[in-house]
């Protein structure tokens, strides 16, 4: 009860004080003359935020960057790049085949899923040219727009890259895997319900509750869906996705640790991951379908499109400005994915990222080693952020 | 940088796919179980979702032996609850772990501060920026914007350096120190600056957005009757701002309640000071006793969002929607 | 109660754009002036500097004898209406017109004291606790109103007040403001891009184009005595006709020339212009307002040679009125910029085009009609003349 009152206390004063600094300041700008207090009140307004922006954001990255290609655990040895590259002894992060390695480069073509995915695009290119000669009556071009075909070769790119990840590994190709993995699937999923949800009674209840995992800590979700993975053992109950395999009479698989599964369980912690953001992908999507002028779908139905096309023709059109927000989002969020992993394996059994290795090797004290993976994803980051940047540029151009 | 259309209607105004009303008795029934397919999926879909969820919240109310010998499913044929684990958890942690109850008020004394602070730093500064003439304004505005693109991880360590060192800096054979070593670190205010700076960029943009869309002639009356900017600020911005407070209010709330990385980083040695997510982890990862706790905890965990997050739906995909870049 | 002195005042923006020349304006005590002119003509600028939401570039700003070039608009004692009301969202009718005067520090009874006394002469006591986004429009004008005079400043400023209601309200309100005004005789200066709101209300007008200022005086000076083609073509409604006229000496009189036939100018309309003999043989623009255009057969004995014939195009019958629009032989000058659209002041509709068209008030017993060929009537004693390279009346 003591520690109730004193953190109410802690938090009240250090609010009172800052706020009455605030109005000190500009009770004492009033006092000024005209010209003196247009000139110092606007840095009264913006400079609180402009000085912690500048200590706790702005001068740390800058700092990072500079870390990053210093030596020592704490860069008080000079400048090198052997955090990045270094030697075969002692390699830097590209350099490590822990996080880079393009050993199984040629499993690639081997793989099933890779076969699959190849088999699927021809197929889809199939179907594109069938389109294009159903529409324009001549045997020329191809069609990538119809249903068939560009839901097929997005299924197909899934594949291929999955194929990708799971033949190459490293910490940093488990980070791309994450990032097309949770983006390409939370998106697809999300649309589908949206459209779904678009058709149905009591959408808004059904939307809640599959949007509610965004609310919770992704630690709070790794728990939950222990209780899916867990494997049966002395003090420990089987999830329910092994008692299913029980009951169909197969042997219990530990998901997420398993040699036998490695790096499939990276998918398993993905899982959880889209379970959380097709809510977000959802909910996006639905608002913006939504938004689609009714009278635009009234009109392709009087024109004779059927639901298939105007989905197809009308509003995946009208939404494709939303859906690479929410692609770049996730995007974005993903590539820094740390909890969930941290929650589930720790980084163990090949599930390492890379915002997990610039915490351990900031908790083991090499500042310089930990500055460089936050810079890896930094320049992972930037190009998505500075194709957003750009379409909010064109867009309030327009 | 990306921002969705807060206003895009989020309640449907379009007819539902209704069938042609001519057709025959027999048309018309195919045609009702026909247009009920979507709803049945969507409904079985919700279930799957949700299933993980409720084994969780199941299993927090099972006695011990029980969580450990079945799955949370035998719950429908043999049902017996307790609220003994809510009770353990929340007030007499076993082996040594901090009790929930304590982590709860950790994470409010975390949460609300570090909600509040950035808040109304943003408001002063967005208002500022979008009302107030001065030198090198719009350049200010674009550096403090484009800082939603950086990286959380990227601060991180020197901030550690920082709280737990100072910064000093040797000019000509002397140490100058440039901010002093306050020994910030496994304190929650550690924890508290942290998420200000990195909450800041994205409330000045909100705010700067919805401030900026206020008409001006409110302010310039204000001006007339006799208001400076920190009469209009207070009197008028923001009681006006509400809405858009609260969405960030909300989006930023949770995003604190919900962090881990920052307050591992900074609070993990304090186990007393500790939040929930912290101890959480800790209680998952140390496979001991107690883990018959772990769902009761878990859900006291979830309690404060999902509360914010039924009862302010509206708000709360606002702030998301929003908030969705955030770094 | 103060009078209000601009003298030479100048407003050019950072980006070069002079929006106000050199405006000198005396506005008396209690005096109701009406700035008046299309959008863009500087009229909200100059009322924006009087109030202090603008910086005066150069002249001087009086209120009273105090000059407040420099002075900040809470200090300078006067109240403004906004054209979308700009009320508080947040706060309820009363606080929003208390609000002025809670800044002031006025002890809390002498506020509601006021408040109460303005909203009786508002007639929105009932409204008094509600929030203005539950009002109507014409009720949230009227806080706006209430908020202005709450304060017993020495001078109102009102941008387009009106513009927001819907055309019923819109004359309701025009007179209880002018008798709100007459009743508190407080000096006021009234925006408004609309001529018959200007002509209505006050006790002056000012005709204001692109920046400059073009004539200030009582409405119907204004409306009588245009002083050039601009304020000559805005004020009034219908809108005056404006053609070109040849003039021309015949058998010691002077005629109008027109491609449709002549009229003749009598001596007491030379008496009144006696420079226009000076431009026999030159081309002017003539203007006729609608009522001195009308049916021969309303008044008898019209002279033969002071009428103008025409091809009726359309008439409407307003009851009281019949408006008829024809068609004559005749180059039609057109002023530009007075109804919002662009650029060039004056100009011809081009000679080989001989067709201007014409409106004209008849009695509502007038029996022309649409196709007819007809005679119409000239008062030639009030027509208006201009000179159309300096657009200026041509007087003496």
């Known amino acids: ?398 | 940088m990306t921002v969705i259309d807060e206003s895009a209607p989020v309640k449907s105004v379009k007819a539902k796919h209704g069938g042609p009303s001519q057709l025959d008795p027999v048309g018309q029934q195919t045609h009702r179980a026909l247009a009920a397919i979507p709803t049945w999926v969507l409904w079985g879909l919700v279930v799957v979702w949700t299933i993980p969820s409720v084994g969780l919240l199941v299993n927090s109310f099972r006695p011990k032996s029980q969580q450990l010998s079945s799955g949370w499913w035998t719950a429908i044929t043999d049902p017996s609850f307790t609220l003994d684990n809510y009770r353990q958890a929340m007030f007499d942690m076993p082996g040594g772990y901090v009790s929930f109850g304590k982590a709860l008020l950790n994470s409010f004394a975390i949460a609300i501060p570090a909600t509040v602070v950035p808040i109304l730093i943003a408001a002063a500064a967005a208002y500022a920026f979008a009302w107030m003439p001065f030198k090198g304004r719009s350049w200010l505005f674009i550096a403090v914007v484009a800082m939603m693109a950086i990286p959380l991880q990227m601060a991180l360590v020197p901030l550690l350096q920082l709280y737990s060192g100072g910064a000093h800096m040797t000019l000509f054979g002397q140490t100058f120190t440039i901010f002093p070593d306050l020994n910030l670190n496994n304190k929650p205010i550690a924890v508290w600056l942290t998420h200000t700076a990195f909450g800041l960029p994205l409330a000045i943009f909100l705010l700067h957005n919805y401030i900026s869309s206020l008409p001006g002639d409110v302010f310039e009356a204000a001006t007339i009757d006799g208001a400076n900017h920190f009469g209009i600020f207070w009197r008028i911005v923001l009681p006006l701002c509400k809405p858009a407070l609260a969405a960030f209010a909300i989006f930023q709330f949770l995003w604190v309640w919900n962090d881990y990385l920052v307050a591992l980083i900074f609070l993990a040695g304090n186990k007393d000071a500790s939040p929930l997510t912290i101890q959480l982890v800790n209680l998952v990862t140390s496979k001991g006793s107690g883990t018959e706790l772990l769902p009761s905890a878990a859900f006291i965990s979830m309690i404060v969002p999902l509360i914010i997050f039924f009862s302010m739906q509206r708000y709360f995909v606002r702030g998301l929607l929003a908030g969705s870049v955030k770094g | 109660m103060a009078k209000l002195v601009l003298d030479g005042i100048n407003k050019i923006y950072e980006n070069g754009y002079h929006a106000v020349h050199d405006l000198s304006l005396d506005v008396a005590d209690k005096e109701f002036l009406v700035l008046v002119g299309p959008s863009g003509c500087g009229k909200s600028t100059a009322l924006r500097m009087v109030a202090g939401l603008e910086s005066i570039t150069s002249g001087t700003l009086k209120i009273g004898d105090r000059v407040v070039n420099d002075v900040h608009p809470k200090d300078r004692d006067i109240a403004m209406v906004f054209q979308n009301y700009a009320l508080y969202p947040h706060m309820t009718v009363g606080e929003n017109i208390g609000f002025a005067l809670k800044l002031k520090r006025t002890p809390r009874a002498e506020v509601e004291e006021r408040v109460r006394e303005a909203a009786r002469m508002l007639e929105l006591e009932e409204w008094l606790d509600r929030k203005p986004g539950q009002l109507s429009g014409g009720q949230r004008q009227r806080v706006a109103m209430g908020r202005a005079i709450v304060r017993r400043p020495s001078a109102f400023l009102m941008d387009e007040p009106l513009s927001n209601l819907d055309a019923k309200l819109r004359v309701q309100m025009r007179a209880d403001i002018a008798k709100l005004q007459r009743n508190l005789g407080v000096t006021t200066v009234y925006v408004t891009h609309d001529q018959v709101e200007a002509m209505t209300m006050g006790d002056r007008v000012a005709d204001k184009r692109k920046g400059y200022l073009q004539q200030v005086d009582d409405p119907q000076g204004l409306y009588d005595r245009p002083d050039n083609l601009f304020v000559a073509a805005f004020i009034g409604s219908p809108a005056m006709n404006l053609l070109e006229a040849t003039v021309a000496q015949e058998d010691d009189a002077l005629h109008l020339a027109f491609p449709a036939g002549r009229i003749r100018l009598s001596d007491t309309v030379l008496a009144a212009h006696p420079a226009l003999r000076d431009r026999v043989g030159a081309v002017i623009a003539v203007g006729i307002r609608p009522e001195d255009l009308y049916d021969p057969a309303e008044r008898p004995g019209h002279p033969d040679d002071q009428i103008i014939n025409g091809v009726v195009d359309l008439r409407e019958a307003l009851g009281s009125d019949l408006m008829v629009h024809f068609t004559a032989e005749a180059n039609r000058v057109v002023v530009e910029d007075v109804r919002e659209e662009s650029e060039l002041a004056v100009t011809s509709a081009g000679s080989a085009l001989h067709a201007a068209p014409l409106v004209a008030r008849f009695w509502p017993r007038s029996t022309v009609r649409e196709g007819d060929r007809v005679p119409v009537a000239v008062d030639t004693e009030r027509l208006h003349f201009f000179d159309l390279a300096t657009r200026l009346a041509i007087w003496s």
Request: net charge positive; proline share 3%.
């Open chain 1, 1 to 398: 009860m003591s520690s109730l009152i004193s953190t109410i206390v802690n938090v009240g004063v250090a609010l009172a004080v800052l706020v009455g600094l605030f109005v000190l300041v500009n009770l004492g700008v009033n006092k000024l003359s005209q010209k003196w207090e247009d000139r110092l009140r606007p840095w009264v307004f913006v400079g609180p935020a402009v000085v912690f922006l500048f200590i706790g954001l702005f001068v740390p990255a800058v700092r990072t960057i500079y870390l990053s290609f210093r030596s020592g655990l704490s860069g008080e040895k000079g400048f090198t790049l052997d955090n990045y590259w270094g030697t075969s002894s002692t390699p830097g992060a590209l350099r490590d085949e822990n996080v880079l390695s393009f050993n199984g480069f040629t499993h690639i073509f081997t793989s099933r899923l890779f076969i699959i995915g190849v088999l699927i695009a021809i197929l889809a290119l199939f179907a594109a040219r069938r389109a294009a000669r159903k529409a324009t009556g001549s045997g020329s071009g191809v069609d990538l727009s119809s249903p068939g075909a560009s839901l097929g070769l997005v299924i197909a790119v899934i594949l291929v890259l999955f194929a990708a990840f799971t033949a190459m590994r490293g910490v940093i190709w488990n980070n791309l895997w994450w990032v097309a993995a949770v983006t390409g699937l939370a998106t697809l999923f999300g649309l589908g319900l949206a459209v779904l949800a678009d058709r149905s009674r009591n959408e808004t209840a059904a939307k809640t509750m599959i949007f509610m995992p965004m609310a919770i800590s992704m630690v709070g979700a790794a728990i939950i869906w222990s209780y899916m993975y867990n494997i049966e053992s002395s003090g420990q109950s089987p999830g329910l996705l092994n008692a299913l395999l029980s009951g169909l009479g197969r042997d219990q698989v530990d998901f997420l640790r398993s040699a036998d599964i490695i790096p499939w369980n990276n998918f398993f912690i993905m899982i959880i991951m889209i379970w959380i953001q097709t809510g977000f992908a959802m909910v996006v999507l639905s608002a913006a379908i939504k938004s689609v002028p009714s009278e635009l779908v009234e009109a392709a139905k009087v024109d004779g499109a059927n639901d298939v096309q105007v989905f197809w023709k009308i509003t995946l059109p009208q939404i494709i400005p939303t859906l690479i927000v929410v692609i770049t989002t996730l995007i974005v969020s993903v590539m820094k994915v740390f909890d969930l992993v941290k929650a589930t394996t720790n980084g163990n059994f090949d599930t390492d990222v890379l915002a997990n290795r610039m915490y351990t090797n900031l908790r083991n004290g090499d500042f310089t080693a930990s500055s460089t993976f936050a810079v890896i994803i930094l320049v992972l980051v930037l190009p998505v952020m500075w194709f957003n940047f750009r379409r909010g540029k064109r867009e309030v151009s327009r």
